[in-house]
């Protein structure tokens, strides 16, 4: 599996919005600032995110984007999936995008595509966005460390 431009944007967006969600609502040339990501691009992204309830808007001045739910109820394969559909790397093992194979019954290739999509999802579904921010904060305090020394 090979993440999208637009998803690992996307993730990095969600990322920063969970580590403000207590803040509240965002705007999007300040996530696009902080995380260096082309804000018109990222408007997409995030009306995407909307559009699937992932995200809430508010207009107007203290407006922007924020989470609709709490980061711990959020995944990176909810975020992944609205963006690029199927996590599967063939179709014929694909929840989403299922297309029939003529080998399907007696191709080796298939169970092992399968272990892959299997393990994939696992951890993408597993992982939220709370687990996330966690790992952020321990990234910068071992970096301020590494740095300090």
Known sequence: MKLSKKSDYALRAMIYLSMNYQKGAVQIKEISAKERIPQKFLENILLTLRKVGILNSKMG???????????????????????????????CVSQMSYRKCSEEITCAI????????????????????????????????????????
């Open 61 to 91: 001045l203290k407006g922007g984007y924020a989470l609709a739910r709490s980061p711990d109820l959020i995944t990176l394969g909810d975020v992944i999936r609205a963006l690029d559909g199927t996590i599967a790397p063939v179709d």
């Open 110 to 149: 298939r169970g092992v595509m399968l272990d892959v999509r299997n393990a994939v999802t696992e951890v993408l579904d597993a992982m939220t966005f709370a687990d996330m921010c966690k790992r952020t904060k321990e990234l910068i305090e071992n970096s301020a460390l590494t740095y300090s020394i």
